[in-house]
């Protein structure tokens, strides 16, 4: 087997510099797809047969709250290859990837609860999806508030990556404890349109959507991975040649 | 008798912006002792530390009989003791069962052998007492029984003659110097003089 | 048009919903364009202040 | 007193010995157990004070809400729980602070002992401290909020069930917040979310007990969380303490 590949991500100045050179076509890629998302989303889908125009709220929900649990899966697994093989590359692209998912974590609670008044008749239900992602946000705060707590910059990756495996360990029972404790007391799902009954004009641009949310996480994380990589670098070098002045 | 040899190589620590050990290397044999000098902040405690496996260099290595200690750290460390700032020591536990606790969690200890140890730094009169109401000096000799008891090839001190009177730091020498008899290893970060009665001593300076 | 933009008298939930979401997008460009240009502006004055060129 | 002269006179051995004599990590364990347990008993006043604390928050709850034991009966899982939680919260500062201070906690890490074991003996004394005392605790609380006397057994149950993974979660937090200053309101920040599987299945055996129904459902899920702490929370303390000593 050849992990040259694998060796060279672990290396800041050749990430540094294939971050610089990915970040345009991330960016651009995610622009065309959420705007013609959104195009088709916003125009060219159907209204929904019970919940009228209502339900294009799914377009910017869903792709919200799937960045939310994918940024920290992302996250997680960066923290447990920086701890296993101490690569600090992998700490560096954890620690970018916590603010990203935190913000996102917001937008999909408050397009929830946006949803959630017209269907629900109020603004907050103790539905299991927004209150796992309640949860969500607590554990990115956590996680963003023991990085903060420490100072050292070492130390904070380390700290923080075991925090992150944790997490990501309970993320699956915290989820199934929630739709547990939600069955006993019945409370509606509206927020689900089933899968099969969505004919392409709507699921397309839901697609869509999800992709280029996908890429745009992907394009903030290599800007932020940048700045962090810097951050954490001490030999000069190669910064010299990097910043190019 | 050859109880191991360390060998630390191109040491570099770094502590946020601090490049705290630059490249720190040497090598000491059995029945040596090393030296560590420097001001405050040259990051005496650091090496120590780092020596210890508690913290781990951005670059170099740390040998133990040739092999890099983190191939088997759990080894390594049961092969040393080390003393830092404050001895180990709970206020509220006698000074006899803080030894107990501290040292059969290593090894088998017999309570003469206990007793012994304690006579031996000047700890027993005060054996049977709760540390809090210890002395600095005390507790410190407290903590040098305890040392001696891990009867472990490699120690590691930092400052070991704090807070102690002449006669203490005699004892922290003689005890140094019974550790190398043995065929033992030290490192000890020291600012005062160190009264070492025989045995190698090699030094090594920290650069602030 | 204003039909579209009546959102079939969803408005009030359907617009703020898209405005915070992309309210969110752009806080992300900005605060990670920024967060780089001031890693880049500290590592250029370590290097100057450690006598190299910048 | 030279080094020429044999250190044996003095009581000391002369030579090393191999790390034949090496203690077992059962013994390591239980000492550390034991070490806790006598250094609790010499501070009994400091044992109290999670159990005062569970109390108090307790009778917050007719006082807020109404002396009428119907309907306390309706918040006794949540008051419970939240008590429960609370208090187990408070107790867990003071689970590594002090031997992380005094260097007992580094002497772990260099025991050549497995610093897991070696915690996780730390957290079962800290449980037998705080957490049975409260298990103990329980079945008095939701008697005084309304709950019928069939109903105290499985009360207890989950109590004890709920608070080994208390325990255990905390001692991940604990760890990771050693050396912070001012860490409470990150402790609870970091543990109170990892806590809510044992906080919802923990008030549901409550509630149903109450209510005279089936309890073994929840009863299980909860022995199934403590089972998943006892397996992996001592690896992530371990690794969080070590982080935090370096």
Redesign the interface.
Request: charge should be positive; charged fraction near 20%; hydrophobic fraction near 35%.
């Given at each position: 087997m050849n992990f040259t590949w694998f060796h060279r991500l672990g290396s800041p100045p050749y990430v540094y510099a294939l971050a610089e050179r990915l970040t345009p076509w991330f960016a651009w890629s995610a622009a065309l797809l959420i705007l013609a998302g959104l195009y088709g989303g916003l125009v060219l889908a159907p209204p929904d047969y019970q919940q009228g125009d209502g339900f294009r709220i799914i377009y910017v929900h869903a792709p919200s709250a799937w960045m939310s649990l994918m940024v920290y899966t992302s996250m997680a697994l960066a923290a447990a290859v920086g701890l296993i093989w101490r690569i600090k590359v992998a700490h560096a692209a954890a620690a970018a990837c916590a603010p990203v998912g935190a913000s996102f974590t917001v937008a999909a609670l408050v397009t929830g609860s946006l949803w959630g008044q017209p269907m629900w008749g109020t603004y907050w239900q103790w539905d299991p999806r927004l209150t796992s992602e309640l949860v969500l946000l607590f554990l990115y705060l956590g996680y963003m508030g023991l990085r903060a707590g420490i100072e050292d910059t070492q130390r904070a990756d380390r700290a923080s990556a075991v925090l992150a495996v944790v997490g990501i360990i309970n993320v699956p029972v915290i989820h199934y404890s929630v739709t547990w404790w939600n069955s006993l007391h019945q409370a509606p799902t509206v927020m689900r349109l089933a899968k099969s009954a969505m004919p392409p004009s709507m699921l397309v641009p839901l697609l869509m959507m999800l992709l280029g949310f996908t890429l745009f996480f992907g394009a903030v994380l290599l800007v932020r991975l940048r700045a962090e990589i810097l951050t954490r670098e001490r030999t000069s070098q190669w910064i010299r040649e990097a910043l190019g002045a | 008798?050859s109880?191991g040899s360390l060998e630390v190589e191109n040491l570099h620590l770094?502590?946020?912006e601090r490049?705290v050990l630059r490249g720190v290397g040497f090598a000491l044999a059995a029945g040596e002792c090393l030296k560590v000098t420097g001001v405050n902040g040259a990051g005496k405690t650091s090496l120590l530390r780092t020596l210890?496996?508690?913290?781990?260099p951005?670059e170099g290595e740390v040998r133990w009989c040739g092999r890099n200690v983190r191939s088997d750290l759990?080894?390594f460390?049961?092969?040393?003791?080390?003393l830092?700032h404050?001895?180990?020591?709970?206020?509220?536990?006698t000074a006899r069962?803080n030894l107990h606790?501290?040292i059969?969690?290593?090894?088998?200890l017999s309570e003469?052998?206990l007793?012994?140890?304690l006579?031996?730094v000047g700890a027993e009169p005060f054996a049977e007492r709760l540390v809090r109401t210890l002395s600095a000096g005390q507790r410190r000799r407290v903590a040098l029984a305890g040392l001696?008891?891990c009867?472990?090839?490699l120690w590691l001190l930092d400052e070991p003659a704090t807070n102690l009177d002449a006669e203490g730091q005699r004892l922290v020498g003689?005890l140094i110097?019974?550790q190398?008899?043995?065929?033992?290893l030290a490192v000890a970060a020291v600012h005062h003089e160190l009264p070492l009665?025989?045995?190698a001593v090699r030094l090594l300076e920290l650069a602030p | 048009m204003m039909e579209f933009l009546d959102m079939g008298g969803y408005a009030a939930f359907v617009w703020p919903a898209y405005a915070i979401t992309f309210a969110v997008i752009a806080a992300n460009i900005i605060w990670a364009r920024r967060l780089l240009r001031q890693a880049q502006a500290s590592a250029r004055r370590r290097l100057a202040a450690r006598g190299e060129q910048p | 007193m030279s080094a020429g002269s044999a250190p044996s006179v003095l009581g000391l051995p002369a030579s090393l010995e191999t790390p034949a004599a090496a203690v077992s990590a059962w013994a390591a364990a239980r000492l550390a157990l034991q070490r806790d347990l006598t250094l609790a008993f010499r501070k009994p006043a400091q044992l109290l004070q999670p159990l005062a604390f569970f109390a108090l928050v307790t009778m917050l709850f007719p006082l807020a809400i109404s002396p009428e034991l119907s309907q306390l009966r309706l918040v006794a899982p949540g008051a419970i729980w939240a008590a429960a939680l609370l208090a187990s919260l408070l107790a867990l500062e003071f689970l590594f602070r002090d031997d992380a201070q005094d260097g007992t906690l580094e002497q772990y890490a260099l025991s050549g002992q497995s610093l897991t074991t070696l915690l996780f003996a730390k957290t079962t004394a800290h449980w037998l401290l705080t957490g049975l005392p409260l298990a103990c605790m329980a079945p008095i609380a939701a008697l005084s909020l309304g709950a019928p006397a069939p109903a105290l057994g499985a009360i207890t149950a989950a109590v004890v069930l709920g608070s080994v993974t208390l325990s255990l979660v905390g001692s991940i937090g604990a760890g990771l917040t050693l050396n912070i200053k001012r860490s409470s309101a990150l402790l609870s920040l970091l543990t109170l979310p990892l806590s809510l599987p044992v906080l919802i299945f923990g008030a549901r055996a409550t509630q149903v007990a109450i209510a005279g129904g089936p309890v073994l459902a929840p009863l299980e899920l909860l022995a199934a969380l403590a089972v998943l702490g006892v397996t992996l929370a001592p690896l992530a303390a371990a690794a969080a303490v070590r982080i935090s000593l370096e």
């Open positions: - | 008798m109880t770094w502590r946020g490049h210890a496996g508690l913290m781990y951005e759990r080894g460390q049961g092969g040393l003791a080390y830092g404050e001895p180990p020591l709970k206020a509220d536990l069962e606790y501290w059969r969690n290593r090894r088998q003469p052998l007793t012994q140890a006579i031996r001696a008891l009867l472990v090839p003689s110097a019974e190398l008899a043995r065929g033992g009665a025989g045995g | - | -």
